[in-house]
């Protein structure tokens, strides 16, 4: 009699759809949580008229509202496409920024 062994790892992420980076050091920060387990992630905000407000390659859980000229973006609804380079997933949502 033989047996096999077969070992599944389940990576998961927590997309949160709000933060508020105002300053007080709470929810100051995107935090997708389990993108450490996960590697290089694409990560892409735009506003409601579709302009891209913020882009990065490899998303390391740092953005704090600001859009690529480093001015705070105003609370509002923005829309995000993510893309981990350890899955097949593409995950793709709103969020809110709240000040």
């Not at 008229?49 to 998303?59: K, L, M």
């Amino acid at each position: 009699m033989s047996s096999s062994e077969v070992i599944v790892e389940v990576k998961s992420l927590v997309v949160p759809n709000a933060f508020s980076p105002n300053g007080d050091n709470v929810n100051d920060h995107y935090v997708i949580l389990g993108l450490e387990e996960i590697g290089p992630v694409y990560f892409e905000v735009w506003n409601r008229w579709g302009q891209t407000v913020y882009e990065s390659t490899e998303y390391q859980n740092d953005w704090e509202g600001l859009n690529k000229n480093g001015n705070e973006l105003p609370a509002d609804t923005y829309y995000y496409l993510l893309k981990p380079g350890g899955l097949d997933e593409t995950y793709k949502g709103f969020l809110v920024i709240q000040r």
